[in-house]
């Protein structure tokens, strides 16, 4: 599968984005589809993550509440009320395996290429 990012932004606090990651190739046997994010020097940060099969949908603490991440292709993530602190290189990935966390980037087979979110204070 070849994911597409696309959706960043400047935004303003409390502002909101919608995020699409748009797949192309073997989509029908995904396991999950996530978003992570990274800041300079940082590790790369689970963000939301949905199951492919069931649509289970999983969710940092940090953006519970705030973050809507939706089936389908595009795979969308909706942020609403955003802070200064989600300012980051957003990317979303896909894997067709089920070993591991969903929270986990390592487990992450497939990326797609980075989309810059700034949220200005």
């Known amino acids: 599968v070849q994911l597409q990012a696309s959706g960043g932004g400047l935004v303003q606090t409390g502002g909101s984005l919608r995020l699409s990651c748009a797949a192309s190739g073997n989509t029908f046997n995904l396991y999950g589809v996530a978003w992570f994010r990274q800041t300079s020097g940082a590790e790369r940060e689970f963000v939301a993550a949905i199951h492919w099969t069931t649509s289970t949908t999983f969710y940092a603490d940090s953006v519970k509440g705030r973050f809507t991440i939706s089936r389908g292709n595009p795979v969308s993530l909706i942020m609403n009320s955003l802070k200064p602190e989600d300012t980051a290189v957003y990317f979303c990935?896909?894997?067709?395996?089920?070993?591991?966390?969903?929270?986990?980037?390592?487990?992450?087979?497939?990326w797609g290429q980075g989309t810059q979110v700034t949220v200005s204070s």
């Open positions: 990935a896909a894997r067709y395996n089920g070993r591991g966390s969903l929270f986990s980037a390592q487990t992450y087979d497939y």
